[in-house]
């Protein structure tokens, strides 16, 4: 949770300070990321494991590869437009993700007996 808290005091100050809302909106969705991640791994709800990958997939490439690319090509920009452009896709991923998520589980059905099934090898000589 203290990253969680950290991210959205970044997050804050990257819209009074800085006046760079998208990087705002990022570091917001981060905090979000985080917390998905406090609650799986932190209070053990395994129920969003699945939600919680998905929503990392998605957003890392609005929030690192693409800022970074525009960043280092000299055409990052920012503006309360692009801020909620970034924001609405990461609502929207989270939405799909929480969909991808909770659907039904593949079954990973083998042909092979479970291990505990199998019958012990003997250890006599024959």
Do not use: K
Not at 39 to 65: A, D, N, P, Q
Not at 114 to 126: E, L, V
């Amino acid at each position: 949770m203290f990253v969680v808290f950290c991210a959205t005091v970044i997050g804050i100050l990257q819209f009074t300070l800085l006046e760079d809302p998208v990087f705002g909106v990022i570091w917001l969705i981060w905090a979000v990321l985080w917390f998905l991640f406090f609650l799986v791994l932190g209070l053990g709800r395994g129920s969003l494991t699945r939600t919680t990958g998905w929503f990392t997939i998605f957003i890392s490439h609005m929030t690192g590869t693409i800022p970074a690319f525009l960043l280092l090509l000299g055409e990052y920009d920012t503006n309360t437009g692009y801020a909620l452009i970034v924001a609405l896709a990461a609502a929207l991923s989270l939405g799909v993700a929480w969909v991808l998520g909770h659907g039904p589980v593949p079954s990973r059905q083998s042909t092979e007996p479970a291990a505990s099934t199998r019958p012990a090898a003997s250890t006599r000589p024959a």
